[in-house]
């Protein structure tokens, strides 16, 4: 199914990591953006602000890592589908971001997949998601 006008950002240091994700999106047919760093993040947040999914890393070099990322998005954007991943962190449910999602690394990407397209899906049909989490 196609995703077009559906944009997604990968942030994560790890370049075969980010092309690895950003393959695995691009054949899901959405829209990739990427960056190395939570601060490089937030410049092309800045600049597209049609972005519909952060998958985000955790531990990164720069100002933040990617839970504290994943914390400003969401406090600015409470729409924005969250994806936040790791392996060598493993934070407790109540660390993370309301509505955000937790993946261990190695990824499933089936799981991610199907991760991004959930998210996408609750944002294009809001009421059903609140009713779900009641």
């Not at 720069?62 to 060598?88: C, W």
């Not at 109540?94 to 990824?107: I, N």
């Amino acid at each position: 199914m196609a995703q077009q006008g559906h944009t997604v950002l990968v942030v994560d240091d790890e370049p075969l990591i980010r092309l690895m994700l950003e393959d695995l999106l691009d054949a899901d047919g959405y829209d990739v953006l990427d960056a190395a760093d939570a601060d490089q993040a937030l410049t092309v947040l800045a600049h597209c602000p049609d972005i519909r999914v952060v998958l985000t890393d955790i531990q990164m070099p720069g100002s933040m890592n990617g839970l504290e990322l994943a914390h400003v998005l969401r406090g600015s954007n409470p729409d924005l589908g969250l994806i936040i991943a790791s392996g060598a962190t493993f934070p407790p449910r109540s660390d993370l971001p309301a509505g955000a999602r937790f993946f261990p690394k190695p990824y499933d990407m089936g799981h991610i997949s199907c991760a991004v397209r959930e998210l996408i899906e609750d944002q294009r049909f809001p009421a059903e998601r609140n009713r779900s989490e009641r």
